[in-house]
């Protein structure tokens, strides 16, 4: 007689539990997705939103795109200081947490007592601002994107550390008695056994210089070197101004705001800014959970 296989209730309401936390994720980007392209009239009914859209228009994308040459040189000036500030960061933070794991490192607790304290205080913005505008004299220029975060952060490199602690100790002995040089064992032996936790932090490091606005905010005023989110926060800022602006009466001429697409362009700017992170994010799903995990545990 086939034996019947019992049904696992545990397992059915943990994937049920899982499908549901999933679309709580899916669905707002879908909405989000679908706004964008739906009519100003249609949303400013109080209609709702909805995972088609409704009335079906592009006027939004056109007004975030209307000044084309604007929003292509801040994608150029978004993508590079994020592909060099994540670059140069994994860099400098992997070689310090490379000298930290090592046990024959004499000043490896005072450095990372000194690390570990940046992570719990800072300067504050006022001083950190007149250290970078007048002292170092970056300010207003592409380098202020690079050169304050070029160490990759006092956290970043704690993961690092705690993921090189985990590699087997007889491998940099080896390479030393073959004569190899600490740099020729950070670069031909620890960087290709560290693949996982170097692309899950780049990764972090990479969204979080994408989404980085404040920096433009506070130390740019020439707006060729303005980021991605920093345009369109001023993009948003000018067209709720205007439609402030149209909803005023003057005189006996009322503007019109039809034309003035504010909520729907929010939507809009939402699928701009985050479009490329969630192309990219596949590629790095893989290495993402798997470096933050073995270096939890085996640390």
């Not at 040189?73 to 794991?101: D, E, F, H, K, P």
């Not at 990219?280 to 933050?292: A, E, M, N, R, V």
Request: aromatic share 16%; net charge positive; proline share 3%.
């Amino acid at each position: 007689m086939k034996k019947k296989k019992k049904l696992n209730w545990f397992n059915l309401i943990l994937h049920l539990f899982f499908i549901l936390l999933s679309a709580c994720f899916v669905l707002p980007l879908l909405l989000v997705i679908s706004a964008s392209f739906t009519s100003e009239s249609w949303l400013n009914a109080g209609n709702g939103l909805s995972l088609l859209p409704r009335e079906f228009t592009t006027n939004a994308y056109a007004a975030v795109f209307k000044n084309g040459e604007r929003m292509i040189r801040a994608y150029g000036v978004t993508m590079l200081q994020a592909l060099l500030g994540t670059v140069s960061g994994c860099i400098v933070a992997g070689m310090a947490a490379y000298a930290l794991s090592r046990s024959s490192f004499r000043f490896r607790k005072p450095v990372t007592i000194i690390i570990f304290f940046t992570m719990l205080f800072s300067a504050g913005m006022i001083p950190t601002y007149i250290i970078y505008a007048k002292y170092y004299g970056i300010s207003n220029s592409f380098w202020i994107y690079i050169l304050p975060g070029i160490t990759g952060g006092a956290w970043y490199t704690m993961v690092f550390r705690t993921f090189f602690k985990s590699l087997p100790e007889s491998l940099f002995e080896s390479a030393h008695l073959d004569g190899a040089s600490e740099l020729t064992i950070f670069r031909k032996i620890v960087l290709p056994l560290s693949t996982p936790v170097f692309a899950s932090v780049g990764f972090m490091t990479l969204v979080g210089k994408w989404n980085n606005y404040t920096t433009s905010m506070i130390y740019i005023r020439d707006e060729n070197l303005y980021t991605l989110q920093y345009l369109l926060q001023r993009m948003m800022e000018e067209a709720n101004f205007l439609k402030g602006l149209s909803q005023s009466v003057m005189g006996n001429v009322t503007m019109s705001t039809a034309s003035l697409a504010s909520e729907t362009l929010k939507y809009a700017m939402c699928v701009v800014a985050a479009g490329p992170m969630l192309l990219i994010f596949p590629f790095f799903q893989k290495y993402f959970s798997q470096g933050l995990t073995i270096g939890a545990v085996k640390g």
